[in-house]
């Protein structure tokens, strides 16, 4: 699996993007975080991470119940769901930017 490290980001620049996301600050921010995210998926790839990624998987599948361990893992409490899935997670740093409106 590939896990992007993005961060730190400044306080409450959730908030600006929030409220001027146009601004250059926040396009700046915007597309600093598209670099790194780019530069973090082309090392991985580059280092053959999704060729044994898929190859460790084939073998646990082999070996073990995968498909209960991942229903098991997906309904964790300690998971919260994200376990074998794609999607972006902020670790609750998201609320402390300030980028929700309430």
């Given at each position: 699996?590939?896990?992007?490290?993005?961060?730190?980001?400044?306080?409450?620049?959730?908030?600006?993007?929030?409220?001027?996301?146009?601004?250059?600050?926040?396009?700046?921010?915007?597309?600093?975080?598209?670099?790194?995210?780019?530069?973090?998926?082309?090392?991985?790839?580059?280092?053959?991470?999704?060729?044994?990624?898929?190859?460790?998987?084939?073998?646990?599948?082999?070996?073990?119940?995968?498909?209960?361990?991942?229903?098991?893992?997906?309904?964790?409490?300690?998971?919260?769901?994200?376990?074998?899935?794609?999607g972006v997670s902020n670790n609750g740093v998201y609320e402390r930017q300030k980028a929700v409106k309430?």
């Amino acid at each position: 699996s590939n896990d992007l490290m993005l961060g730190p980001l400044p306080d409450r620049s959730g908030e600006a993007f929030r409220e001027e996301p146009d601004s250059a600050e926040s396009r700046q921010l915007f597309w600093n975080l598209a670099k790194e995210s780019k530069s973090q998926t082309e090392d991985f790839v580059d280092s053959g991470g999704p060729t044994h990624a898929v190859r460790v998987f084939d073998f646990a599948m082999s070996i073990s119940d995968m498909n209960n361990l991942v229903d098991l893992t997906a309904k964790s409490n300690d998971s919260l769901g994200r376990a074998y899935s794609a999607g972006v997670s902020n670790n609750g740093v998201y609320e402390r930017q300030k980028a929700v409106k309430r």
